[in-house]
C-alpha cells in the first residue's frame, strides 16, 4: 500500500488534521481502493507521524463513512453501497429545504463571502479530492453557520456521507466540474437575492443531478466490472 504522492510537508496543521486529510484524499482519488486494509503503522511511517494521529484520523473517517472498522481485519475503507447514497440524497432532498427555509433566506455576509471565496477556488481546482472537500464546504457554508441543532448535525453527517459519490459522479464526463461550477455561481445568486423559493427549487435539482449522475457512473463502472469478468 504506497500513498503517492503525499509528503509531510506543511505543518501548519496538526499531525492529526495532516493525517486525516491525507488519508481522505488518498480514499477520494482512488489510491486507497475499496476494501483495502489500513494498517496503522504503515500508514504513519508513509505520513511521518506517530500511529496516535492515524489512529484519530482513521475513526473520524469512519464517521465519515469511509472507512469501516472490522472485528477481525481492523480498518479497511469502505466499500460502496448505491442504496446507501440513494438514501443519503433523498435524505438530503428532503431536509435541505427545511435547512433554507429555517433560514428564511437570509445568510449572513460573512458565510455568503465564504461560499463565494470556496466557489473562486474551486473554479481554478482540478484535484478531484481537493474539489470534493470545497464542495462539501461550499454547499455547508450556505446552509448557514454551524449550530448544536439536530437538524444542522444531521445535515452535516449527510454531507460528509455523499463525499465519496461526489467524485464518482465527477467521473461521468469532462464537463461534469463545469457544469456543477455553473450551478453554485446560480446559488449564490439566488442566495443574495433572498428568494427562498427560487432557492429550494435550485438545490433540490443540484442534489438530484448530482444523484442521476452518480447512478449512471455505478452503472457504468458495474457494467465494466461485468464485461471483463473475474480476474
Do not use: C
Amino acid at each position: 500500500m504506497t500513498l503517492v504522492g503525499l509528503t509531510p510537508a506543511s505543518r501548519n496543521r496538526t499531525a492529526h488534521q495532516y493525517a486525516k486529510q491525507a488519508i481522505r484524499d488518498a480514499i477520494l482519488d482512488g489510491t486507497l481502493a475499496a476494501g483495502a486494509h489500513l494498517v496503522q503503522s504503515e500508514l504513519a511511517t508513509q505520513l511521518g507521524v506517530s500511529t496516535t494521529p492515524v489512529r484519530e484520523a482513521l475513526r473520524d473517517l469512519a464517521t465519515e463513512g469511509l472507512v469501516h472498522f472490522d472485528a477481525h481485519r481492523g480498518a479497511l475503507v469502505r466499500e460502496l453501497d448505491i442504496r446507501e447514497v440513494e438514501e443519503i440524497y433523498e435524505l438530503r432532498i428532503l431536509l435541505e429545504p427545511v435547512m433554507i427555509r429555517r433560514m428564511n433566506g437570509h445568510i449572513t455576509p460573512a458565510a455568503l463571502a465564504e461560499a463565494e471565496r470556496l466557489h473562486h477556488i474551486m473554479t481554478a481546482e482540478r484535484s478531484i479530492p481537493a474539489w470534493v472537500e470545497l464542495n462539501r464546504q461550499f454547499h455547508a457554508a450556505l446552509s448557514g453557520p454551524a449550530d448544536e441543532s439536530r437538524l444542522s448535525s444531521v445535515l452535516t453527517g449527510l454531507r460528509d456521507g455523499a463525499a465519496p459519490w461526489v467524485r464518482l459522479s465527477l467521473g461521468t464526463g469532462e464537463g461534469r466540474i463545469e457544469q456543477s461550477l455553473v450551478e453554485h455561481a446560480e446559488l449564490l445568486r439566488l442566495y443574495k437575492s433572498a428568494d427562498v423559493d427560487a432557492i429550494v427549487d435550485a438545490t433540490v435539482g443540484h442534489l438530484r443531478e448530482t444523484l442521476r449522475l452518480t447512478q449512471e457512473a455505478h452503472a457504468a463502472e458495474q457494467s465494466a466490472h461485468a464485461t471483463q469478468g473475474p480476474t
